[in-house]
């Protein structure tokens, strides 16, 4: 069963412009996350998605981030404009029954 | 205050030594999770725990809920366990309040 996938690995931009992170979940994992972990900070919780439903935004920094999940199944996280300090690892995990998760390899953000 | 205190932030062991993560935390939890995350930064889940204590290979972790306070074992540590740990804690829906995260680094 293939695990936790997201793209890209790594992404490097200019500040003001956007960037779509994807993850796609283990299949038939209702339960989605997104965490953060900015330079020198411990990991930080983002978001969590129930199927396709916002469960808990409450982690999200600002309206720069955008958080889709596409009928239950892949997520994107949309940041626009980036900013210098949203450089930093994101990770996806999924979860069947919100107790274990299954984290995702990271997508390493840059913003020059 | 932080929610999640690891100790130590730094370990450095010799082969072969036993190896103990410390854990304290101040949030209510539903479970928490024992995390490895090599250089080049995936992150791997060890463990889940809600009660007791759990074993797989030589990890060993435990729990007390009362006290809010775990601890992750390492038996017969070997170069390859280098790697930071981390402990998170998790709520009723999974969201998890991480450590800053312990760096063992062994030596052969």
């Known amino acids: 069963e293939a695990g936790v996938t997201q793209f890209p690995s790594h992404s490097v931009i200019e500040k003001g412009q956007t960037v779509t992170l994807r993850c796609d979940p283990i299949?038939?994992?209702?339960?989605l996350y997104w965490y953060r972990r900015v330079m020198g900070k411990e990991i930080k919780f983002l978001l969590h998605?129930?199927?396709?439903?916002?469960?808990?935004e409450s982690g999200m920094p600002n309206n720069r981030f955008l958080a889709e999940r596409t009928g239950g199944t892949y997520s994107t996280l949309k940041v626009q404009p980036a900013e210098l300090e949203d450089s930093g690892v994101y990770f996806c995990?999924?979860?069947?029954?919100?107790?274990?998760?299954?984290f995702g390899p990271g997508t390493r953000l840059t913003v020059t | 205050k932080n929610e999640v205190e690891q100790s130590p932030q730094n370990l450095t062991a010799q082969e072969g030594e036993f190896i103990t993560i410390n854990c304290s935390y101040s949030v209510g939890i539903s479970a928490l999770h024992w995390l490895q995350q090599h250089p080049g930064g995936g992150i791997v889940s060890l463990f889940m725990?809600?009660?007791g204590k759990k074993k797989h290979g030589r990890l060993i972790a435990t729990i007390n809920i009362q006290e809010k306070h775990s601890s992750l074992h390492i038996t017969a540590s070997h170069p390859r366990d280098s790697a930071v740990y981390i402990c998170a804690p998790g709520g009723s829906q999974g969201n998890l309040i991480f450590g800053k995260g312990t760096k063992l680094s062994v030596k052969p």
């Open positions: 998605f129930v199927k396709e439903s916002k469960q808990d």
């Open positions: 299949s038939g994992h209702d339960n």
């Open positions: 725990l809600s009660s």
């Open positions: 995990a999924s979860s069947p029954t919100a107790y274990e998760q299954y």
